[in-house]
């Protein structure tokens, strides 16, 4: 279990990190969200002791970093991919973590397999791809079998193999009781992966919570439906006090009901459906609309516009 309790972290007059509580427990996949700037790669860093928080504290499983003798027993992290040496190869990287943290010659081999470099194990990392350098990554936060991990933009560079790969790993992990939390800007992916969430924007907490409870406090959530019978329909839904709004394609969309609830009605009143679903946002759609307020960088929402003929007389 990771405990963060007012952590803080200034950087001159920049508040990189600001006052964040919150605690990571085992069992479930954590996600990690935040828009760019939010505070998320400083957090990490303060967990791992790389960073020195101005205030508050960080605790793994009860203790702070710089107390654990053999950390990568405790907490293994995958935070830079590319933190290797290149003319290593990847079967001697490992083995010098696995060395300075008196882990048996036998589990380099044995997380080279499970990550599938055992192939290569022999080869310089310089001459590895991306998902390649990943992989190795990964392997080196396996390497003393902890029991929490963390990892920082874990899919970059993998293939869909590689990515539905690494999603099944880190539910499995987590099945085991461990503690796993992975920042992402993948949503698609994170949606597929996190059980819980923690949203921070500029520095601050924004929440704390199941995937399911954020997607349904910060999006709208309607039922969809079509029917030949359209005025028949309208005529059951207001008696019902059921307000239908008008959609793309004939449809109607309605909130505040089920769709037992409306399918009920149909049935009840002869009313034949040729759709009804119901709709949620996605997590990309919660997610914007929660960090709305916190998003440092904005992006021009128009392209410029064309200057063809500019300056030419006639044109």
């Known amino acids: 279990m990771i405990e963060i309790e007012g952590l803080t972290k200034r950087f001159g007059t920049k508040t990189a990190v600001d006052d964040l509580t919150f605690t990571v427990r085992p069992g479930v996949v954590t996600g990690f969200l935040g828009p760019n700037g939010a505070g998320k790669s400083t957090t990490m860093r303060m967990m791992l002791g790389l960073d020195a928080p101005t205030s508050?504290?960080?605790?793994?499983d009860g203790r702070h970093y710089r107390e654990l003798d053999e950390p990568l027993k405790d907490i293994g992290a995958l935070l830079d991919a590319k933190a290797v040496h290149g003319g290593r190869s990847a079967y001697h990287h490992l083995l010098c973590l696995a060395?300075?943290?008196?882990?048996?010659?036998?589990?380099?081999?044995?997380?080279?397999?499970?990550?599938?470099?055992?192939?290569?194990?022999?080869k310089k990392a310089k001459n590895f791809s991306m998902g390649?350098?990943?992989?190795?990554?990964?392997?080196?936060?396996?390497?003393g079998d902890p029991r929490i991990l963390l990892f920082d933009e874990p899919v970059n560079g993998l293939d869909p193999e590689g990515i539905h790969w690494i999603r099944n790993l880190f539910k499995a992990l987590a099945a085991e009781g461990r503690t796993i939390f992975v920042s992402s800007h993948l949503m698609s992916e994170m949606a597929?992966?996190?059980?819980?969430?923690?949203?921070?924007?500029?520095?601050?907490?924004?929440?704390?919570?199941?995937m399911a409870d954020f997607i349904a406090r910060n999006s709208r959530s309607y039922v969809r439906l079509r029917s030949p019978q359209r005025e028949s329909l309208l005529d059951v839904l207001r008696a019902e006090g059921l307000a239908a709004v008008e959609a793309d394609g004939g449809a109607l969309e309605i909130d505040g009901a089920t769709?037992?609830?409306?399918?009920?009605l149909a049935a009840e009143h002869g009313v034949v459906l040729h759709e009804l679903s119901a709709q949620h946002a996605s997590?990309?759609?919660?997610?914007?609309?929660?960090?709305?307020?916190?998003?440092?960088?904005?992006?021009?929402?128009?392209?410029?516009?064309?200057?063809?003929?500019a300056g030419v007389k006639g044109a």
């Open 56 to 60: 508050g504290t960080v605790r793994i």
């Open 283 to 309: 997590l990309e759609e919660a997610f914007m609309k929660m960090t709305a307020a916190a998003v440092e960088y904005h992006a021009q929402d128009t392209a410029p516009q064309p200057t063809w003929g």
């Open 192 to 210: 597929l992966t996190a059980d819980h969430l923690v949203v921070i924007g500029q520095g601050r907490l924004l929440a704390d919570t199941s």
């Open 259 to 264: 769709t037992e609830r409306i399918g009920e």
């Open 99 to 122: 060395q300075s943290n008196r882990i048996p010659e036998q589990r380099v081999r044995e997380v080279l397999d499970i990550v599938g470099l055992s192939s290569v194990a022999r």
């Open 132 to 143: 390649m350098g990943q992989r190795l990554g990964i392997a080196a936060a396996l390497l």
